[in-house]
C-alpha cells in the first residue's frame, strides 16, 4: 500500500489509535464517530470516515495476505525443495496476484505492487552501491600500499621521515615533496 498522505489524519494515527477507530465505528454511525473524533481535537468529515474505513479494511485484508503469502512460500519449500529461489518467488508472487484481485481495491493493489517493486528495486540499488563502495575500499587500499612502496623507496621522502623532525614538520614537507603543485598556489 502506498504510504497515507500527511493531510489525511485518520490514516497518519498510530496503529492503536487505528484500531480504536474502527472498533468505534462498528458500534456507532458516521456522524457520532466524527462528534466522538471531534471531542479528541481529531476534526474529520463523514466522507474522511468511510474512506479510512474502506482503506483499513483493505490494508488489513493485504496484510493477512502477505502472511498468507509467505506461509504459502514456506510450504512450498518444503513440498518443492527442487524449486530455486526465482521459482519460489514467481509461484508465491501468482498466489498473492490471483488472491490480491480477488480481495478487492485493484487500484490499491497495484499501488502496493509498484511500492513493493520499488522496494525491490531499491534494496537491488543497494546491494549493487556497497559492492562498488568494497571495490572502492579495496582499490584505496592497494593503491595506499601501492604508494607506501613506492615513497619508502623515493631517498627524498626517507630523508624527511629519519630527519628527526616533529610529525607534524615531516607531515608537512612529505606534503610539500609529494604534491609540490599544491604547494606552489
Known sequence: MSKP???SPLKTQTEDRQREIIDYMLKHTLMETRAWLQEDGLNTSTAALSQFWSWWHLRQGFEELE???????????QARPDLDEAGMHNYAQQYFTTKAIKLGDQDAYLAMTSAKHKAMVDVEKLKVEKERLQMDQQKFRRETCALFVEWFNDK???E???????RADQIK????TMFPEETQQ
Request: charge should be positive; charged fraction near 25%; glycine fraction near 4%.
Open 156 to 158: 627524498r621522502a626517507r
Open 67 to 77: 502472511a498468507d503469502t509467505q506461509n504459502f512460500a514456506d510450504f512450498l519449500k
Open 5 to 7: 498522505r500527511p493531510n
Open 173 to 176: 614537507q612529505l606534503y610539500a
Open 160 to 166: 624527511i621521515v629519519e630527519s628527526g623532525a616533529s
